[in-house]
């Protein structure tokens, strides 16, 4: 067919719908959840969290092999301390509740985004994680924690800039492939697929780089209210896309 995508982009297919290879989802509305029931916002990040359960598993059941999760941005600082603090600790929790099911699930968890100023604990446990899924070969979880997108170029520009200086590197070398493997995402390919909830429609610093071809699904569900019949429509919704890649796509004559 003609324009099909790259073979790392190759789409498998499950009941007719195109199942991304690579998902990202900007989880959010925990707080408008929470307000919306007369509750705390800290409540919604709870609620969060099994729906977060619920996409690792949709996921693995419809075959996607990496999930990208956006969980705490770097620009998230600026919330209140205690909501910060809860948050933090909601990771620590996830981890503790879930890491044996991650594991029997075959799933490897990557945990992507800034470590320096976190508390030291909270690194260790951030590899610990990662050391014991490292040798699983079923979906990929990548967690977003601390991330932010231009931190993440300057972190790439700084690394390469480093690398130069050294001797190492030949500015002249510096290529497209040469930023995306100076990234956290190293290794991975972009998102195929981009949902965001609660209605808002942007990046929030996301996936910069990663994101400049990913299609993008916005839904008015706040993210504790995502299930599989939302997943299942916005599936529907990327099925029907023509991904271009600046050609001249499936539908060009
Ligand atoms: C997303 O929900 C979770 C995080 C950003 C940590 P929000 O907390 O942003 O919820 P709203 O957008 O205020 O409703
Ligand atoms: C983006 O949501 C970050 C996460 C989902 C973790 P925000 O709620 O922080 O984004 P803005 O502030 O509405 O853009
Ligand atoms: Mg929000």
């Known amino acids: 067919m003609a324009g099909e995508p790259a073979a790392s982009m190759t789409p498998r297919m499950a009941s007719g719908l195109r199942i991304p290879v690579h998902l990202g989802v900007i989880m959010d509305g925990n707080g408008r959840w929470a307000k919306a029931r007369g509750k705390r916002r800290t409540e919604g990040h709870v609620q969060g969290v099994g729906a977060l359960r619920g996409m690792v598993e949709l996921c693995i059941t419809y075959g996607v092999s990496y999930l990208t999760v956006f969980s705490f941005s770097s620009e998230n600082w600026s919330r209140p301390p205690d909501e910060i603090s809860f948050i933090f600790n909601l990771l620590r929790r996830f981890v503790a509740s879930d890491l044996q099911r991650l594991i029997r699930n075959n799933v490897k968890v990557r945990i992507i985004g800034t470590r320096e100023g976190l508390d030291p604990s909270l690194v260790r446990l951030i590899d610990d994680v990662e050391a014991k899924t490292a040798g699983n070969t079923g979906l990929t979880l990548v967690v977003a924690f601390n991330y932010g997108g231009r931190a993440e ?28 493997r100076s990234l956290f995402t190293e ?16 990046l929030s610093n996301f996936l910069l780089w990663q994101a400049a071809y990913s299609e993008f699904v916005f839904v008015d569900e706040h993210w504790p209210d995502f299930n599989e019949a939302s ?23």
């Open 231 to 253: 997943f299942l429509r916005v599936l529907e919704a990327f099925s029907l896309r023509d991904r271009r890649f600046g050609g001249i796509g499936a539908t060009g004559s």
């Open 153 to 180: 170029l300057a972190a790439a520009a700084r690394q390469l800039a480093h690398e130069v200086a050294a001797g190492r590197l030949d500015p002249d070398a510096i290529d497209e492939a040469a930023i995306a």
């Open 187 to 202: 290794g991975m390919p972009d998102p195929d697929l981009i949902i965001r909830t609660s209605g808002e429609q942007r």
